[in-house]
């Protein structure tokens, strides 16, 4: 498998100089294969942009080095890079057509007329705004600007295409319809992407791999499944998505089964993540969507615990449910509306909690 960005050590401070200086980066250091829709996520001033924009040249690195492709870049100016960025505000000249902002950047490359003719409409036709070429930007929609962008940057076939935030000034349907066409587009033009959001739906629903950042670092690596299953520390485990965590001690050890206490004697099996021994004081995680309940007595012979509902909210296609467990345990579970929109629970019900070791997991740090 091809590399095509190695981040090595890559430490980034601004002002350093002053009595205030601020790392944005510490020793970050990753690999992005070639043909890969790669995402750096995180929450907002956690160094992610920072990373694309030393990428992409526009900022100098403080230590470190960046090779692309084997090369190392970073005394490379960035119009000498095979590089293009799109931004979330999508910087189209609005006195031109569709057809010419797509245009400029190979006619800065002095390529041939037809050459040029011949790429614009196939850039166009690859998002699917062809019929709009003539149109300037201020007679298109957010969503056909953010296409016109990405045909643009597109248009001179770079080997990497940077990507800072570029769906969040899309509404949420058109967001959502943007993310399937953005996966699509990567893999018919096989370039490599290299994506920056702060939206974990989204980073779980395009890419191959995630970088999830926190503080100027990078926290874990993988795949969208292995971020969200496995996450290597509460911050991963928290930023991805919803669950419950539990502080409890290490009172058995079973293989890869361990026997917790949490609260003052309440006893649950959990899949060991980590190295952990008897008497390790640990934290536990349990996704919502892996909690079933269901009314006492109609378990269906699961093993459950009983508990009762302290409080809920309605979200349309589900409702979040605060469950007491008892001993001080409280539990966000979710269950879906019944065919007639009615909520399977109130407030104040008894229920039975019902998940399986294997869903109560032991965070590794």
Known sequence: ?????????????????SNQPVKALDDVSLTIN???????????????????????????????????????????EPNRRPVNTV??????????TVADNVAFGLERLKKPKNEIVATVERVLTLVKMKHLGDRRPNQLSGGQQQRVALARALAPSPKVLLLDEPLSALDLKLRQAMREELKQLQKETGITFVFVTHDQ??????SDRIAVMSDGE?????GPTDIYEHPVNR???DFIGDTNFLDGEIVAVNDDLVTCRLGSNSMFEAENSGAHKIGDQVTLFLRPEKISL???????????????????????????????????????????PQENGKLPFAIGDSLAVGFSARALR???Q
């Open 294 to 336: 269901s009314a006492v007595g109609a378990t269906n012979g699961q093993d459950t615990r009983p508990g009762k509902v302290a409080n809920m909210t309605y979200l349309g296609n589900q409702a979040a449910y605060t469950v007491d467990m008892g001993d001080g345990i409280e539990l966000t579970a979710q269950a879906r």
């Open 362 to 364: 032991v965070l590794a």
């Open 1 to 17: 498998m091809t590399t095509a960005i190695d981040i090595r050590g890559i430490t980034k401070i601004y002002n350093p100089e």
């Open 34 to 76: 070639d043909n890969e829709f790669f995402t750096l996520l995180g929450p907002s001033g956690c160094g992610k942009t920072t990373l694309l924009r030393l990428i992409a040249g526009f900022e100098q690195v403080s230590g470190g080095e960046i090779m692309l492709f084997g090369e190392e870049i970073e005394n490379l």
């Open 201 to 206: 739906e989204e980073a779980l629903a395009m």
């Open 235 to 237: 911050f991963v485990a």
């Open 218 to 222: 990078v926290q874990q690596i993988g």
């Open 87 to 96: 931004f979330q505000h999508y910087a189209l000249f609005p006195h031109m």
